[in-house]
Nanobody
Framework: QVQLVESGGGLVQAGGSLRLSCAAS????????LGWYRQAPGTQRELVAA???????TYEDSVKGRFTVSRDNAKNMVYLQMNSLKPEDTAVYYC??????????????WGQGTQVTVSS
C-alpha cells in the first residue's frame, strides 16, 4: 500500500505559476510510473506529466514548455512546476503512481487531488 499526498494547489491569475508537491509514503517499492494527472469538470482524467519506465518523461502536448515534472527520490517526493498558467489548466490535479510488485502485478495509486484554478 502506498499513500500519496498532494499540496500546493490554489488560485492564480493567468500567466502565473504554481508548484505542486506530492509525498509518497514509501520508497521501498518499484515505481514503474510516477507523476501527475488532472481532471476538469465534465472531462476525463488526463495525463499531465509523468516519469515512466525509469527516467523517461512524458508530457501532455498542451503543457510542454510550460510545466516541468521532477522528483527527489531521497525525500520520496514528486513535483510539478507550472508556469505560464492558462484558464484551461483549471482542474483537480492528482498525484499518480504505478507500483510493480515482485509477483509481477501492478497497482495504481492516486492522491486525493488538489484544486488548481486559473483566473483570466
Amino acid at each position: 500500500q502506498v499513500q500519496l499526498v498532494e499540496s500546493g494547489g490554489g488560485l492564480v491569475q493567468a500567466g502565473g505559476s504554481l508548484r505542486l508537491s506530492c509525498a509518497a509514503s514509501r520508497s521501498d517499492v518499484n515505481f514503474n510510473a510516477l507523476g501527475w494527472y488532472r481532471q476538469a469538470p465534465g472531462t476525463q482524467r488526463e495525463l499531465v506529466a509523468a516519469f515512466t519506465s525509469g527516467d523517461t518523461i512524458t508530457y501532455e502536448d498542451s503543457v510542454k514548455g510550460r510545466f516541468t515534472v521532477s522528483r527527489d527520490n531521497a525525500k520520496n517526493m514528486v513535483y510539478l512546476q507550472m508556469n505560464s498558467l492558462k484558464p484551461e489548466d483549471t482542474a483537480v490535479y492528482y498525484c499518480y503512481a504505478r507500483v510493480l510488485y515482485r509477483d509481477a502485478t501492478a497497482y495504481d495509486y492516486w492522491g486525493q487531488g488538489t484544486q488548481v484554478t486559473v483566473s483570466s
